[in-house]
C-alpha cells in the first residue's frame, strides 16, 4: 500500500513581490479593460492618455525586469524549453516567484501589450484627430495598416489575459494555490527555509520610474529629435 504525502503547513510568511511590480500589474489590469472602452465609444482623448500610461509602465516593468528586487527579474524566471517540461512534469526547482510555465504567460503578455501599445503610437487618421502621438513619422498608408493591425491585434491581448486569468482559477481551484493574495499584499505563506525577496531597492525604482517617465514625455511630444 502506498501512502498518501501529507503537504507541509506553511510555517512562516515571506514577501514575494514588491511594491514597483505589483503595481505595474494591477495597472495593467485596470488599463486594458479602460482603453477597450474608450475606443468603443470613441474617446479618443482619453484613449490616448491612458496609452501613454501604458508605455511608462511597460517601460518600468521591462527595466525593473533587470534591475528589481530578485523574484520581478526576468533571470529569476524566465527558463527553456527543458525546465518548462520538467515543471510540466511535477518536477523541477521550487520557487517563491513565477513558475517556468507562468514565465511564459508575462512574457507574452508583455509583449502582446507592446506590440498593441507600439501599433497605437503611430496608427490613426489625422482627419478625424484620432492619431497617436507619432503618427506624423508614417505614411498615410502605414498608418492605416497600423490601425487595421491595432484594432485586430486587441483580440490577441484579450485571449492572453482569458488564459492568464483561467490558469489563476485552475491554481486556486484545482492547485488549492492562491495566487491573488500575493500579488495584493505581497506576502505569501511558505515553507521551511524558503527566504523572501529582501529590500527592495528604491533608488533603482526611483531611477528606473524617471526614465520611463522621460520616455512618455519624448513620445507624448512627437519623439525624435533627441539632439
Known sequence: MTETAIPTPP??????WDLPLRLCHWGFAVLIPAMWWTAEN???????RFGLILLGLLAFRIIWGFVGSRTARF?????????????L?????K??????LGALSVIALLLAMLAQVGMGLFAGDPFDGATGPLNSLVGVMTADMLTDWHETFFDVVVVLV???L???LFYAIVKRNNLTGPMVSGQKAVTGGVEGIGAVPWGKALVTAAISAGLVMWVANGGPPLS
Do not use: Q
Not at 510555517?11 to 514575494?16: G, L, N, S
Not at 470613441?42 to 490616448?48: D, N
Not at 512534469?89 to 526547482?93: K, T
Open 42 to 48: 470613441s474617446e479618443w482623448a482619453w484613449h490616448k
Open 95 to 100: 520557487t517563491i516567484g513565477h513558475n517556468p
Open 11 to 16: 510555517d512562516h510568511t515571506v514577501t514575494v
Open 75 to 87: 533571470a529569476s524566471f524566465v527558463r527553456g524549453p527543458g525546465a518548462v517540461l520538467a515543471y
Open 166 to 168: 483561467a490558469a489563476i
Open 162 to 164: 482569458g488564459l492568464h
Open 89 to 93: 512534469r511535477g518536477g523541477g526547482a
